[in-house]
């Protein structure tokens, strides 16, 4: 079964079929107005309706200005027509065709105004799909800067409890470090520095590098950290070779482009900075520079409490008299040491000491004397313990001293050091009548003495005591 195929003629075929078509009837009709003989009304009445429909098709088919041209053309061929004979239904035709041709140009100039209208409306709807569209782009930048904003400042919260947690400086420093470089991201390197108020210098305290950088050389900081800590001020450098402020663009061990740091104040002073930097330019943001500076501001505050903790510690194991360590302390360390001992075999020494006829210093002077005595003596027995003993103030006018990893002849070396010195620089009286002070010492040690802390000091309280009988201003160590 064969299906047969409708061919559509095309735009321009038909066009041109009605271009052709209406040269025809103008021939047709000029030629039978200019024809000798008269020709019947009805021949002229057929091609001026012929005229009428054409022009009519070319109004639809033809651009305004084609479609005019044509029915104008139609217009006068049946006008002549008209005049030729003067015959009423010519002129009816005639009529019909100029009033076709006002209601056809009426009619494309409205349709034109409309698709005016239409074509401004979809322009504003265009505009404003495209506004609507900017809006939404915006709109999605700002809920993901805002939950970048959350994501951060819930994490500066959780920073903050583990800030609060820790009282060790470098934990502290540990901790702000490997935050900040892990949540602002974007960094080769991130370092923290404190000063150093002795050298008057930075010194590097804590550190993070990418892993395929090699160790940090910079341990004093660099010119960007000496401008933050002489200005106190943070610092955004999109590209280091554009700034006037700096020098130095490149470090030894990394390039170096964009850099973002804070100063570490407590209170008004600029105690440290911390320094992020990358080697693409423009690496960081103004966000990136608040963030980090209120992190700061949780590290100085760590950092305060750490100090202040430190000092109430120091203060709960200090004698505020003498500043010597308190006798609970020292019997806490005593035992830790006699453990510690007890397991690497190494001796721990121990000696205990008394100012002599202390009460007649007191009778006869006052307390005010017998404290600077008690000051006097203590400072003989901080210059003379080595760096990991612990001299203590046990009670009233007696002193202890831990010797760790010391047997007893050295710990007797040690005792009978500070008892000459004591008896050399040491006087108690008034200006008027100055007498010498003097000590007795009483010396045990682990293991030869005693297995247990408390019976080292009970041995070394009995060989004190044993010293004064003895005479007193003497030491005694068996």
Known sequence: ????????????GVRWGVALASLIVCAALT????????????????LCVMAIALAAYACVIYPVAGGLTLSLVMLVCVLWAWAAQQHATLGVDAVSLLVMLGTAVWQRRRRGRRFKRMAQLVDDLEEERTVKEQAIAFARQTCAALQKKHSRYTQLQSIAEQLSNLTDRQAIASLAVDRAFSLIGKSDVCLLFLVDRERQELS?????????????RAKHGDQFDRYVLRTQRPLLVNDVRRDFRFTITIAQERTISSVIACPLLLGQRAEGAL???SAQPGAYTQDDLRFLDILLGLVATALTNAELFAQTEQLAMTDGLTGLTLRRPFLEQLGREVTRSARSRDPV???????????QYNDAYGHTAGDLILQGIAGVIRAAVPPDGIGARYGGEEFAVLLPKTKRHHAGDIAEQIRRTVEARVEGGSRSERRPVTVSIGIAAFPDDAQADLELIRIADQRLYQAKRAGRNLVCSA
């Open 31 to 46: 030629t039978a107005i200019l024809k000798p003989s008269p020709v019947s009304v009805g021949t002229l009445q057929t």
């Open 349 to 359: 020494s121990v000696l205990m000491i008394d100012v002599d006829q202390f009460k």
């Open 204 to 216: 590097l305290i804590a550190s993070k590098r990418r892993e395929d950088l090699p160790s940090v």
């Open 275 to 277: 320094h992020m930097d």
């Open 1 to 12: 079964m064969t299906t047969a195929t409708v061919v559509q003629p095309s735009p321009t």
